[in-house]
């Protein structure tokens, strides 16, 4: 453009049109273009292109050439009078110097190879005068390493501080883009581009903040954004170093700045030691900066944290709307209005943003520092709750928009709601009536129900059949399987029922999942007659959540993505008529819609990598309201609106191990807007179960919901056919807590396992002709693998490190069998994590498999519970990358084969230590591999999947497989072998869930 | 050398006025001299709390530099147009010879080392500008001149409206409209690369 003639006409066009546009507000600007355009869509082009730059094109020559010319001449000249401080080629200590980038009135900066990491860096020399003292370098280096340390991605990372003949460098990230000055200076941000970098920036500020940082001069050209779009604050610590000796008496830390100090209400009071005799004049940190100091700083008051949040918010202010907040020709007026003028509207600038960003800037901007944001997570939350708001006010965009639900900003809601939560005092309703309506045995849970609207039946599932039951007399009928699905295996769940009280909705499912992860794939939806007649599908690949109020519609999810479903959809109670209604992108999913008693707005969960979050909007439209943000949420097991207008929702009660405990909690909800209007409030005090499927009668006076209760137990069965078949399998360890079994003692007589029997784990041993344990050793928390050595001296075990996770490598610990303290055997070597196993008695081996780094690798090598750490044995290929640290090994009890599988997938392969070729055991469908053992006559293993609550099977080697034992309502589960080969000892799942009623709640 | 440097400078604007090529390059030098001269005070000023003194004294060399007081009020924004003019050669030519074409031809990318050195405004690429005024010139000239002289000559839109012998509203518009065309073409559209 601008490069051909323009036609006179044309130009005058073009010209008159802008002019006219001008003085329109942007909303009205391009329904007139339009307009006035006539279908030329390329004169509408241009005028939209120059009105575009009129707000950043408004500063834009406004200062004389001249004074501009002589500010570059100046800085140029300083620039060429400085020596270089480093010739190329030069070595400092890991930097190899490759090329001057430029120098200034800051230093010089060298592109420079870190010669042991092999990346290029920048280098940058600092002037020896803002080096005044050993001190303020000291404190520089200080704040510029633990800045660096936090490797955040919104913060330029310093790598490395040295010194170079008696001159300061600073290696950091070499990053491409430009300044957010220059950004906001040559072009108008893009839509909402402020909010992004605003809130990249603000995380960055957060992440410093709570290291006790204080960057002291965030202003446009200290946040660089990269050419991917990511913004980075560059130069902490420096503002402080550049400061005139005396002029800011700020010290470091300034102040505690942990979440709590704030969220309290407590604002810390810094004392100010009276700069006062200091004039206005010598406060500020650099030339030009003048314009984005906070009142505090100007004053030469001690700084803390709030500082930033208020220079943040002049940036905030300045991305939204091209213009300062604040203007003044020269230092001393700019200081002045900053001190006593509140900034023009921005959306008088502005008009597209949003109500509610005055609010912030005017929060952030607050002259007194007790008034502003207090702290950088206070503010992220404000502007991610206002991208919610906007992400939903252009529901045309939603699927564009990424939304990432910041952690960070989620725990601040989180720890507000929590301090709602403790000051109100538990008001338990004593007189709840609850009734137990089905009476399920532990292997056969009842998995889901519905109580009908009028109150007389209930519908139900467990691993057998639907039901319908009338509660009066307690008669149940089976609901036979639809045709279509009667040769294949599904799992039911049921939602709701239609109004009229004639049919349920329930939703068919791929069988085998974890119903937490259960998704429309595979789903199919039904409606089920209660008297009579064929269940009906009406949909396929949807998974129904709810029926509106009048029961004309019903809700269902589909297009399953990483977190699950992406989309809710609409369709007619006779499965006709599907819409789409809301959906999102592929970072988050949607679902668990349910409708308001008046039918007005809906509720429903959003899930993203920070967890869930219970969200409620008007079906018209207007602000999403974030009713439990995802750290409540994500203990929330089950959630109901009643018809009353009171959410209702079962927290998990914060617990380290043992069992779960829920209880209810009510929440009043406004009718019209949706917003909480009382405080939560606690409605049981029951301990040790959990609620799900949360139903409510039509007059909301009953509630049904299955209440479920989880524990791990030890059974022991008797092994036949060969080890391919169990007889007589029994409870074994009888207490109410979490057992696993570890291994067997060496005579066969007795099972080492875990147990959190005494609050925390530790390792037990029981005979089998006893019912209770001894303890080996208590606090046994991260201990693993653990094994009876083949002697049937010593427990040996993996310990984790506490910070579980590959970053440290495991120890190898022994405690005498008859108890004691454990003794490092030890250090595994690899930081992939390893595994132990031992032979059995004639050989004696024990060893460890350590996966090399690259995890291609096995390395096994023999040990000895006493001696420690013996020679290698063998190295294995295995035969493909494993796959994460969900490995498998275990040792043939006569100590002449592995089994190894690279992770849960398989492949099995039997490996040589002898040097014998090596073996594929073929098994079909044998996924979700968890954990394997060796039968004990080394012609078969024990293996364990994470299908069916916890499938063990019998697998001979040649790869025929026989289910021994499912375990419902469990996760996984162990089949361990005694040495004898005579006793298998089996993790199983004991508690169990029922249907309860409840009124006067 | 003059030991009046103001009044040689005057009357030289005045024969560079009148078409005098020659009186151009006796008065580069001195230009350059008064520029340098106002950047090393600058430079000697460039401390905290000495922003207001600075930007005063700029202003002060220029008005200093061009002798605007001895002028007649009548001549002066004609003569102040002219100063306008050899502003925007000799930036221009200085700009060139600095190189700052180099910078891939746009003013708008600061890049990271510039950043890091120079931590307030970014640079103004006079060369690009004067390009693109030129281009300005080819559509519509007299929004070209209303910047020449009010970015370059630092006349006031009331000068600038008396030289052009239009309304001040006019030069308002014009400049309004100028500053955005000439930030696009200076942005090269696009070039954004985020």
């Known amino acids: 453009m601008g490069k051909g003639i323009v036609e006179p006409d044309r130009w005058r066009q073009v010209e008159q049109l802008y002019h006219s546009a001008l003085r329109l507000t942007a909303e009205e600007r391009s329904g007139f273009l339009k307009n006035e355009c006539r279908g030329d869509a390329k004169l509408c082009e241009e005028v939209e292109s120059l009105l575009a730059y009129e707000s950043s094109a408004k500063e834009f020559m406004e200062v004389p050439a001249f004074e501009v010319a002589v500010k570059q001449i100046a800085r140029r000249e300083t620039s060429e009078n400085q020596a270089d401080p480093v010739a190329i080629g030069e070595t400092l200590r890991r930097f190899r110097i490759l090329e001057k980038l430029g120098s200034g009135g800051m230093g010089v900066v060298y592109k420079a190879e870190d010669i042991r990491l092999h990346r290029t860096v920048a280098l940058k020399f600092l002037p020896k005068r803002l080096v005044r003292d050993p001190e303020s370098l000291e404190r520089f280096e200080r704040e510029a390493h633990a800045a660096s340390a936090l490797n955040h991605p919104n913060i330029c990372t310093v790598y490395d501080i040295g010194e170079h003949e008696g001159q300061t460098f600073i290696a950091m990230e070499l990053l491409e883009g430009q300044t957010l000055e220059r950004l906001i200076r040559t072009q108008p941000l893009k839509k909402e581009e402020w909010l992004t970098f605003g809130i990249q920036i603000t995380e960055g500020l957060r992440a410093a903040h709570l290291k006790g940082i204080i960057h002291r001069d965030i202003k446009p050209s200290n946040i660089f954004v990269t050419i991917d779009g990511q913004s980075k604050i560059l130069d902490f610590g420096l503002a402080k170093l550049a400061s ?24 810390p009071e810094t004392v100010s030691s009276a700069a006062s005799h200091l004039s206005i004049s010598l406060t500020g940190v650099a030339m030009g900066t003048a314009g984005y100091m906070s009142p505090e700083q100007i004053r030469g008051e001690k700084l803390d944290a709030r500082t930033d949040i208020f220079s943040f918010g002049l940036v905030l202010y300045e991305m939204a709307t091209g213009q300062r907040a604040f203007k003044g020709d020269t230092g001393p007026a700019l200081q002045e209005a900053i001190l006593t003028q509140t900034p023009s509207p921005a959306r008088g600038v502005n008009p597209e943003l949003p109500a509610k960003f005055e609010e912030i800037i005017g929060k952030a901007l607050e002259k007194d520092r007790v008034a502003r944001y207090q702290t950088a997570s206070e503010i992220l939350s404000a502007l991610e709750i206002l991208r919610q708001e906007i992400e939903l006010k252009h529901p045309a965009r939603w699927r564009e928009v990424i939304i990432a639900v910041v952690v960070a900003g989620i725990i601040a809601i989180a720890t507000f709601w929590f301090a709602k939560h403790q000051s109100a005092s538990p008001q ?9 309506l089905t009476a399920n045995s532990s292997e056969n849970r009842v998995t889901n129900g519905a109580i009908s609207p009028d109150g007389k039946y209930l519908a139900y599932i467990d691993p057998k ?29 049921i939602f709701s029922w239609f109004p ?66 992406r989309e809710i959809w609409l369709m007619r109670s006779d499965g006709e008529q599907a819409r789409k209604f809301y959906d999102t992108d592929e970072n988050s999913a949607i679902g668990g819609l349910l409708w ?39 203990d929330v097991t089950d959630y109901s609106w009643l018809p009353d ?73 008797d092994l036949d056919a060969g080890g391919s078949h169990i007889i007589n399998p029994r409870h074994f360890t009888l207490d109410e807590g979490f057992d696993y079994p570890q291994d067997w003692t060496a005579d066969g007589k007795a099972i080492v396992f875990l147990s959190n029997r005494a609050a925390q784990f530790g390792i037990y041993k029981q005979s089998l002709n006893k019912d209770s344990p001894e303890v080996i050793f208590a606090g046994a928390a991260n201990y693993r693998d653990i094994r009876v050595s083949p002697d049937g001296k010593w427990v040996i075990s993996i310990v984790d490190p506490k910070s579980t996770g590959p970053s440290e490598p495991g120890k190898i610990m022994r405690v005498p069998i008859t108890g004691g303290s454990p003794e490092l055997i030890f250090r595994a070597e690899a930081h992939v994590p390893s595994h132990i196993f031992c032979a059995r008695p004639p050989s004696f081996l024990c060893a460890i498999a350590e996966a090399t780094e690259d995890r291609k690798q096995l390395i096994i090598t023999s040990f000895d519970p006493v001696k420690g750490r013996g020679t290698e044995l063998a190295r294995f290929d295995f035969g493909r990358d494993m796959n994460g640290d969900g490995w498998l090994c275990d040792i043939s009890p006569d100590g002449t084969r592995l089994a190894v599988s690279p992770g849960p997938e398989g492949p099995i392969r039997i490996l040589s230590l002898r040097g014998q070729p090596a073996q594929v055991v073929k098994v079909k469908e044998l996924n979700k591999m968890l954990i394997l053992y060796w039968a004990a006559d080394g012609k078969g293993l024990y293996v364990s999947n994470g299908i069916h609550g916890g499938t063990l099977s019998h697998v001979d080697l040649q790869g025929h497989a026989q289910v021994l034992w499912e375990n419902y309502g469990g996760n996984w589960t162990i089949g361990l072998p005694s040495r004898d080969g005579r006793h298998l000892a089996i993790q199983g799942e004991t508690g169990g869930s029922n249907i309860w009623t409840m009124e006067n709640f | 050398m003059s030991t009046n440097p103001t009044h040689e400078v005057t009357s030289l604007l005045h024969a560079w006025g009148r078409g005098d090529e020659e009186a151009l390059q006796k008065l580069v030098p001195l230009v350059y001299r008064e520029l340098r001269q ?16 600075t930007t005063a004294l700029v202003n002060e060399t220029y008005l200093r530099l061009v002798g605007v007081r001895k002028v007649s009020w009548q001549n002066r924004a004609h003569f102040q147009a002219i100063c306008a003019q050899l502003m925007r ?28 050195l120079i931590a307030s405004q970014s640079e103004m690429d006079f060369a690009a500008l004067d390009a693109a005024m030129k281009r300005l010139a080819e559509v519509d000239a007299r929004k070209s001149r209303v910047v020449e002289m009010r970015f370059f000559g630092g006349l006031t839109v009331q000068e600038s409206a008396e030289v052009l012998k239009v309304s001040q509203d006019t030069v308002m518009r014009d400049w309004k409209m100028a500053k955005a065309w000439l930030m696009r073409e200076l942005n090269g559209e696009g070039h954004r690369g985020t």
């Open chain 1, 244 to 267: 005139p000796a005396g002029t800011s008496n700020d010290s470091y830390p300034q102040y505690d700045l942990e979440e709590e100090n704030c969220t309290q209400g407590v604002s």
């Open chain 1, 428 to 436: 338990v309703a004593i007189n709840l009536k609850l009734q137990q």
């Open chain 1, 465 to 493: 059949g639907m039901y319908v039951k009338l509660i009066e007399t307690g008669e149940t009928q089976t609901i036979p399987q639809p045709d279509a699905l009667r040769s294949k295996k599904v799992d039911w769940d």
């Open chain 1, 500 to 565: 009229d009280g004639r049919s349920f909705l329930a939703n068919a499912h791929p069988p085998g999942e974890d119903e937490t992860t259960w998704t429309s794939q595979g789903s199919s939806v039904w409606a089920v007659p209660v008297s009579g007649g064929a269940p009906r599908k009406l949909r396929d690949e949807a998974y129904a959540y709810s029926i509106s109020r009048d029961g004309s519609t019903i809700s269902f999810g589909t297009s399953t993505g990483k977190f699950g479903d």
């Open chain 1, 596 to 634: 308001s008693p008046n039918g007005q707005r809906v509720i429903y969960v959003r899930t993203d990598e920070s967890g869930n979050a219970l969200v409620g909007r008007d079906l018209k439209g207007g602000p999403l309201t974030m009713l439990l943000p995802a750290l409540v949420m994500n």
């Open chain 1, 645 to 717: 207008g009171r959410l209702i929702y079962s927290l998990r009660e914060p617990q380290a191990i043992g069992r779960s405990s829920c209880n209810y909690w009510v929440m009043r909800l406004d009718a019209r807007t949706g917003e909480p209007i009382e405080k939560p409030r606690r409605l049981t005090n029951w301990g040790g179960s959990c609620m799900s499927s949360t139903s409510a009668t039509a007059d909301g006076k009953k509630l049904t919901f299955s209440k479920w209760t989880d524990g791990s137990t030890v059974f022991v069965a």
């Open chain 2, 38 to 53: 106002a950047a090393r005070r600058y430079m000697a000023g460039e401390r905290p709390g000495h922003l207001l003194q």
């Open chain 2, 89 to 116: 050669r000799i930036l221009t030519d200085f700009a060139r010879a600095r190189g700052y074409q180099k910078r891939s031809g746009k003013v708008n990318r600061v890049t990271f080392t510039d950043a890091l």
